[in-house]
């Protein structure tokens, strides 16, 4: 069945940086477009970013444009979130997120499974 | 503020059919397929409706979703306790090149 399991979150000072990992398994990783979703503590999903099967396409949110790098290592089912210049409003537990349907189509897809959750606080 | 529009609370009786609204835009539900996520207290989203209208296998018939120009719902019937949870609407933005979602409404089984 399919496996996602994040790690690397903890505390950080504002401006340091971070890189959150997510493995994969139970699937053929390399065929799926991946995403990261964060919730803030008490708050709503808000989605983060999403990569393509094959790396090649990536989107961001705005609120983290910049500053934020998503990237994937098919030989090793993992995708990662590259977290620099943090600021306290990017305190949140960020969860990955498998995409349903293969390659790259969003706009006919949707998360069919998500990993725990990893806890990432920035404070002074 | 969010992209999508959900109410942020609603509540039921047991046994009481309820729905939860999700407004958008033509750049979002106007162009493409509306998913519902689930989220008990303390624990990852779980797919409810996916395409609009999809119930993946294991989610009882009690759940339907719908979809008309640029919103969405999510209706509930034979509400159950086990069905207190937070739910999210959410949609890939052609504008935004993104996935937004709706700030989510917790449903509550008086």
């Known amino acids: 069945q399919v496996q996602l399991v994040e790690s690397g979150g903890g505390v950080v000072q504002p401006g340091r940086s971070l890189r959150l990992s997510c493995a994969a398994s139970?699937?053929?990783?390399?065929?799926?477009?991946m995403d990261w979703v964060r919730q803030a503590p008490g708050k709503g999903l808000e989605w983060v970013a999403v990569?393509?099967?094959?790396?090649?396409?990536?989107y961001y949110a705005d609120s983290v444009k910049g500053r934020f790098t998503i990237s994937r290592d098919n030989s090793k089912n993992t995708l990662y979130l590259q977290m620099n210049n943090l600021r306290a409003e990017d305190t949140a537990v960020y969860f990955c997120a498998k995409e349903a349907a293969p390659f790259f189509a969003p706009r006919l897809n949707w998360f069919d499974s998500w990993g725990q959750g990893t806890l990432v606080t920035v404070s002074s | 503020q969010s992209v999508l529009t959900q109410p942020p609370s609603a509540s039921g009786t047991p046994g009481q059919r309820v729905t939860i609204s999700c407004f958008g835009s033509?750049?979002?539900?106007?162009?493409?397929?509306v998913n519902w996520y689930q989220q008990l207290a303390g624990t990852a989203p779980k797919l409810l409706i996916s395409?609009?209208?999809q119930r993946p296998s294991g989610v009882p018939d009690r759940f339907s979703g719908s979809k008309s120009g640029t919103s969405a719902s999510l209706a509930i019937s034979g509400l159950q306790s086990e069905d207190e949870a937070a739910y999210y609407c959410a949609v890939w933005d052609d504008s935004l090149n993104g996935w937004v979602f709706g700030g989510g409404t917790k449903l509550t089984v008086l």
């Open positions: 990569i393509s099967y094959d790396g090649n396409k990536k």
């Open positions: 395409r609009s209208n």
């Open positions: 139970g699937f053929t990783f390399s065929s799926y477009g």
């Open positions: 033509s750049s979002n539900i106007g162009s493409n397929t």
